[in-house]
């Protein structure tokens, strides 16, 4: 099956910058919906960004709208998350995965190992 793999975790200060990078094995992103999700300590996955498999619709959480942008290149099986202003709120374990069903998280393939985002000074 696909695998993922999820890289560009880093620990940043309040106000900093990180790129996010999401390689997957098969052909996915041209093929479906997919999206970037993260969880904390104590709180629910939850889905902050996606990305419509021709790329011509992405939609944001509440709570990122405005500070980070969705991307992906296709042929690269490769997508992005480019994170700017960067909160301690934002601090996670960052996710990719192709969105099966939006109202319970539901997606298509098993989870990777995720990345760390750390923020705080």
């Known amino acids: 099956q696909v695998q993922l793999v999820e890289s560009g975790g880093d620990v940043v200060q309040p106000g900093g910058s990180l790129r996010l990078s999401c390689a997957a094995s098969?052909?996915?992103?041209?093929?479906?919906?997919t999206g970037w999700y993260r969880q904390s300590p104590g709180k629910q996955r939850q889905l902050v960004a996606y990305i419509t498999s021709d790329g011509r619709r992405t939609t944001y959480a509440d709570s990122v709208k405005g500070r980070f942008t969705i991307s992906k290149d296709n042929a690269q099986n490769t997508m992005y998350l480019q994170m700017n202003s960067l909160k301690p709120e934002d601090t996670a374990v960052y996710y990719c995965?192709?969105?099966?069903?939006?109202?319970?998280?539901?997606?298509?393939?098993?989870w990777g190992q995720g990345t760390q985002v750390t923020v705080s000074s």
């Open positions: 098969g052909n996915i992103f041209r093929l479906y919906t």
């Open positions: 995965n192709a969105i099966r069903a939006f109202q319970s998280d539901a997606v298509f393939f098993n």
